[in-house]
C-alpha cells in the first residue's frame, strides 16, 4: 500500500475515534444521563470504612468516564491545533496585547504545568513584562480546557462561567497593580531584555506535519495528560469519599455558609494543596453537605495561591511578588465570594 | 564535512516531554552519523535570557536547527526529525 493510502486510513480512524467520543458525549446529553456521581452523602453511612473508596470511585469513573475521556480528547486536541507561534509572537509584542492573549488565549494551552512556567517566564522576559506575565499565571488555572469542561460537567455551568469571570477580573486587577509597584519594576528591568535584539522573523519556521500525525500526536498528549493527573486525581477522589462519608453535615452547614464560610472557604481552598480537578470534586462533595454557593465560588478561586505553585514561581520573581499576587487573589475571592452570594441569595 | 546543530529546547529541569523529546533527536543524529553528517546536539533553558531574546516566547519542547526553531510544544516523530536535519544541509 501506498504511503499516501496509509496515511488517509490513519487519519479517517483517529477522526473516528474523535468523532466517536464527541458522539456519545452528545448522546448521554440528549439522554440526560447523569455524568457526575449519584451518591449521596447519606448513603455512604451503608458502608463500612474499607469499601467507601471502592465504592466512591466505581460510583465517580461508572458516571464520568466519558467526560474525563473527552476532557483529555479536547484538551490534546486544543493543544495541538491552536497555533502556537501566532500566539507567542503577540505575546511578548506590548501591554496591551500581552494582557489580552496572557488571560484569554494562553490558558488554552496550559493544561500542564510543565509549560506554565516556561511561558510565564517568556512573557516576563520579552516585551510584555511583569503584568501580563502574572494575569497568565493567575488566569491559567481557572480557565483551561480541562478545568472549564470538568467544572461545568461535574458542578455547573453557572459556576464554571462565574468562575472564568471573576478569574479574568482578578488576574488582569493582580497584572495591573503588580506592574505598579516598585518591587514589581524592579524584576521588570532585571529581567528584560534590550529592544534593539528584535526577534528575527527568520529564527522560527514551524513545519506543519502531516494530519494524521498531528491527530495522532494530540491523542498521545491527551493520554500523557491523563496519565499525569490521573494517579493523583484518583487518590483525591479516595479523600473526597471519605471526607464526604465521615464530615458530619452540620460543620460544614455550621462553618462553610455565611461571611464566615466564604472566609474559611478563601483560606483552606488556597494552602491546602489539592491537585488539578481535585479541588472540583472535593468542592462538589462539600456543596452536598451544605457549603453554600458563595463559599464554593471562594474555595474554587483559592487554586493559584497554591503553596507548590508560588514556590516554583518564586524562584523567578522573588517572594515578595508573590505575596502580593496572593494577597489580591485572595482579597479578591473573598469578595467575590460575598458578591456572588449576595446576587444569587446563597451566602 | 557538514554540520548540524540542534537545541532541544524545554525548562530546567527538564520535563517529561522534553526528555523524551531529547531521546528521539539522539536516535535520528545516530542514524545520520553513518552518512558523514556532523551532528551537534544542545539541551538549552527554554526561560534563558539568550533563547528568548533569540527565539521570543516558546512552548516547550521545541526543537531548532541550526538556529531556526522547526517545531513547538509537541514531540516530533524520527523519521521528521532526520527529515528536518537533511533538509538543513541541502
Same mark, same amino acid.
Not at chain 1, 129 to 149: D, E
Not at chain 1, 200 to 210: D, L
Given at each position: 500500500m501506498s504511503e499516501k493510502a496509509v496515511r488517509k486510513i490513519r487519519t479517517f480512524l483517529l477522526m473516528?475515534?474523535?468523532?466517536? +467520543?464527541?458522539?456519545?458525549? =452528545?448522546?448521554t446529553r440528549i439522554m440526560a444521563y447523569s455524568l457526575a456521581p449519584t451518591l449521596e452523602p447519606k448513603d455512604f453511612s451503608k458502608f463500612s470504612w474499607y469499601e467507601i473508596p471502592f465504592q466512591y470511585l466505581w460510583d465517580y469513573f461508572y458516571h464520568a468516564w466519558i467526560c474525563l475521556?473527552?476532557?483529555?480528547?479536547?484538551?490534546?486536541? +486544543?493543544?495541538?491545533? =491552536?497555533?502556537?507561534?501566532?500566539?507567542?509572537?503577540?505575546m511578548g509584542s506590548g501591554k496591551v496585547t500581552g494582557y489580552a492573549i496572557g488571560a484569554g488565549l494562553a490558558p488554552f494551552f496550559t493544561v500542564c $504545568?510543565?509549560?506554565?512556567?516556561?511561558?510565564?517566564?517568556?512573557?516576563?522576559?520579552s516585551g510584555a513584562?511583569?503584568?501580563?506575565?502574572?494575569?497568565?499565571?493567575?488566569?491559567?488555572?481557572?480557565? #483551561?480546557?480541562?478545568?472549564?469542561?470538568i467544572t461545568g460537567e461535574f458542578l455547573s455551568w453557572e459556576i464554571a462561567v462565574v468562575r472564568i469571570i471573576v478569574s479574568l477580573v482578578t488576574a488582569v486587577l493582580a497584572g495591573v497593580i503588580i506592574s505598579k509597584t516598585s518591587w514589581g519594576k524592579a524584576i521588570e528591568k532585571?529581567?528584560? =531584555? $534590550?529592544? #534593539?535584539?528584535?526577534?528575527?522573523?527568520?529564527?522560527?519556521?514551524? +513545519?506543519?506535519?502531516?494530519?494524521?500525525?498531528?491527530?495522532?500526536s494530540a491523542l498521545r498528549f491527551g493520554g500523557y495528560l491523563a496519565k499525569q493527573i490521573l494517579p493523583y486525581f484518583v487518590v483525591g477522589l479516595i479523600v473526597v469519599g471519605y471526607a464526604t462519608a465521615y464530615i458530619p453535615p452540620e460543620i460544614v452547614e455550621g462553618y462553610l455558609t455565611g461571611i464566615t464560610g466564604v472566609f474559611l472557604a478563601s483560606i483552606i481552598g488556597g494552602p491546602l494543596y489539592t491537585p488539578t480537578l481535585v479541588e472540583i470534586m472535593l468542592g462538589r462533595s462539600l456543596l452536598q453537605l451544605g457549603m453554600s454557593k458563595a463559599a464554593l465560588l471562594s474555595w474554587l478561586m483559592g487554586q493559584p495561591y497554591d503553596i507548590p505553585n508560588m514556590t516554583a514561581v518564586s524562584k523567578i520573581v522573588r517572594w515578595k511578588v +508573590?505575596?502580593?499576587?496572593?494577597?489580591?487573589?485572595? =482579597?479578591? $475571592?473573598? $469578595?467575590?465570594?460575598?458578591?456572588?452570594?449576595?446576587?444569587?441569595?446563597?451566602? | 564535512m557538514k554540520e548540524v546543530k540542534v537545541e532541544v529546547i524545554g525548562p530546567e529541569p527538564a520535563c517529561v516531554r522534553c526528555q523524551t523529546a531529547k531521546k528521539v533527536v539522539e536516535t535520528a543524529a545516530e542514524k545520520l552519523k553513518q552518512t558523514g553528517l556532523t551532528i551537534k546536539i544542545e539541551k538549552v533553558n527554554i526561560i534563558s535570557k539568550d533563547i528568548v531574546s533569540r527565539y521570543g516566547v516558546l512552548v516547550s519542547p521545541a526543537i531548532a536547527i541550526n538556529g531556526v526553531v522547526k517545531v513547538m510544544g509537541r514531540v516530533p516523530s524520527e523519521d521528521e526529525i532526520v527529515r528536518l536535519m537533511k533538509e538543513a544541509v541541502k
Open positions: 473516528l475515534f474523535v468523532f466517536a +467520543v464527541v458522539g456519545y458525549l =452528545i448522546y475521556l473527552f476532557a483529555f480528547t479536547a484538551a490534546g486536541l +486544543v493543544y495541538e491545533f =491552536i497555533p502556537k507561534e501566532a500566539v507567542t509572537k503577540y $504545568s510543565c509549560t506554565m512556567v516556561p511561558l510565564f517566564a517568556g512573557i516576563l522576559y513584562g511583569i503584568g501580563p506575565a502574572i494575569t497568565f499565571l493567575l488566569m491559567a488555572p481557572a480557565a #483551561n480546557i480541562l478545568t472549564i469542561l532585571e529581567h528584560q =531584555i $534590550s529592544q #534593539n535584539t528584535k526577534v528575527s522573523q527568520q529564527s522560527i519556521e514551524i +513545519v506543519k506535519p502531516p494530519l494524521d500525525e498531528r491527530l495522532l +508573590v505575596l502580593t499576587y496572593a494577597f489580591i487573589a485572595w =482579597i479578591c $475571592s473573598v $469578595s467575590f465570594g460575598l458578591l456572588y452570594g449576595l446576587i444569587i441569595g446563597s451566602l | -
